[in-house]
């Protein structure tokens, strides 16, 4: 039996809007073909897209970061900063305020002048194949 993607969309609204038990869902799913489909987003920058660089050191807890140069960067812009995954939320002139360790990346400390890089749809076609994209099949 395959799903509309509205019931589909409805059934998780309900899933997270109500407490439903473990056994529930299980027998919902029962019997049930589903199907899911990803559209794949690259975790880090792979084509080297520098677009500024750190104009102070980047401690563990900063959550406001000051870069050389933020006209290139806007709100909801993904980045790498030697490997960690920087969410922008919003930009104040060079400062930039961050969530920081985006997808389980770890947050580090940063050194004044490191290179600031995006991650962007550009990314996407470096994606290795094969990639599970953390995806193991299992249920929440």
Known sequence: MALSAEFISASLADLYG???????????????????QTVPRALKDYNGNVV????????LTDKVIEVVDASSITKDTRLDIDGEQLYVTSKSGNKIH??????????ASHLLGGEVKTITVEDNVFIDD???????????
């Open 130 to 140: 094969g990639d599970d994209f953390g995806f193991d099949g299992s249920f929440i």
């Open 52 to 59: 500024t660089n750190l104009a102070k050191d980047v401690t």
């Open 98 to 107: 961050v969530r920081r360790g985006e997808d389980a990346t770890t947050i």
């Open 18 to 36: 109500n407490i439903i038990n473990a056994s529930n869902i299980h027998d919902w799913c029962v019997g049930q073909d589903v199907t899911y």
